[in-house]
């Protein structure tokens, strides 16, 4: 079978979207198909960071597109980004063969409407991936205006290209709910979460000693926060804990990752003089399970108005390795239903966005019981979500759609 993969970030970037589609387009190679790749040629976080235009790895055919790369400093400069984006895509795209299955992700946005557009054109199926539902995340992060003539244009495109679908991979059920209420039908919904990346991700006891050695940690309680910094995460309620907990001898906090909020943290840290805060750019893949591992508790943080249009994954390699967490959202989400599932006393704490006294009185209580090593029960849980289970399964279902 001949599979394209759609997206802006690839191998060898490190942002989850080019985890997760390098991921499945190896176990896709893996299984025999034909594998070709269109994504951005330069770095998500870093625009100056740039890719080969084209060449061949592992035996999947890259095509990387041209952007003019200026960044995520201010809106005209993401929507300029963009279009150059699709003007370069649908370059490449027309000098493509036909695919029998197309996988679009949904950086940037709109682009799966671009792969069923190529489908249409060139026969073949469109499956796509959401990771984010667009243009309601605009919208609720406050880019964009509700009704506006931008909003109702995207998502008439958006709907255009989900009624063309012949699946359709929504990674929680509340996302599943917003696609049935766009008039989805609930047959074409592939429910399915992000696996952890249980091939890399495991807890390295050695590599946790290093890193907190590395940064001057060894005697702390590390509170981490590791991934996108983004308004989807707001991380107000962590950083006024981390404020309040400013004298407290042993609580540190480490931000580790990228996005358009992680200056936001860097200034407040600055502006009130902060020496219990932390931060570390994207860590390679190489040191993701030394990085995460070095945490005595990590953060999980949700917006009320983004459940089911984002999916935090950082909770599966969470699980994976056995490390205590917080969350920080509203009572229903994902993440709620996955500390459902967990009875482990001083291992998964919650609490909502804007109780900064409920986040300190659990982060204080927290490093008074200490790290106490990696939970077995939780690590037995996350094998529900593992790479090799999950991606096998996404796979049988594009092969399914290919037939």
Known sequence: MRILLLNQCFYPDHV???????????????????????????????????????????????????????????????????????????WILLRLPRFD??????????????????????????????????????????????????????????????RRAARIIALDRFMSKRLIDK????????????????????FDAEGRGAFRAAHGLTDKFVVMYSGNHSPCHPLDTL?????????????????????????????????????????????PMSGLAASLSAADLHTVVLGAAFVGLVHPCKIYNILALGIPFLTIGPDESHLRDLAGKLSID?????????????????????????????SVDAQKLAKEFSLSSLRFQMIQMLEEVGK
């Not at 070709?36 to 095509?63: C, N, Q």
């Not at 592939?190 to 991700?201: C, I, L, R």
């Not at 001083?346 to 790290?371: H, P, Y």
């Open 183 to 202: 008039g989805v039908s609930p047959e074409v919904i592939y429910t399915a979460p992000p696996w952890s990346h249980d091939d890399v991700v495991r």
């Open 346 to 374: 001083g291992f998964c704490w919650n609490a909502k966005n804007g109780d900064v006294s409920e986040v300190v009185r659990l982060l204080t209580q927290a490093a008074e019981i200490g790290f106490c090593g990696p």
């Open 239 to 283: 950083l006024e804990a981390a404020l309040s907990l400013r004298e407290h001898v042993r609580l540190h906090f480490l931000f580790v990752g990228g996005g358009s909020e992680f200056e936001k943290v860097q200034a407040f840290r600055e502006l009130h003089g902060l020496a219990n805060i932390t931060t570390l750019g994207y860590q």
């Open 101 to 162: 299955v197309t996988v679009c992700l949904t950086s940037p946005p709109l682009i799966s409407a671009l792969g069923t557009f190529f489908a249409l054109l060139k026969g073949g199926k469109t499956v796509p991936w959401i990771m984010d539902l667009n243009p309601d995340e605009a919208v609720a992060a406050g880019w964009l205006r509700e009704g506006s003539f931008p909003v109702r244009t995207m998502d008439a495109i958006q709907r255009w290209s989900f």
């Open 16 to 90: 989850a979207t080019a985890q997760y589609l390098t991921d499945l387009a190896l176990g896709l190679k893996e299984a025999g198909h034909e594998v070709t790749v269109v994504a951005s040629s330069r770095g998500y976080d870093s625009p100056l960071l740039r890719f080969p235009i084209k060449e061949s790895w592992r035996g999947i055919d890259i095509h990387r597109i041209w952007t003019l790369g200026l960044g995520k400093k201010a809106k005209w400069r993401r929507y300029v980004d963009f279009t150059s984006f699709w003007i370069s895509a649908i």
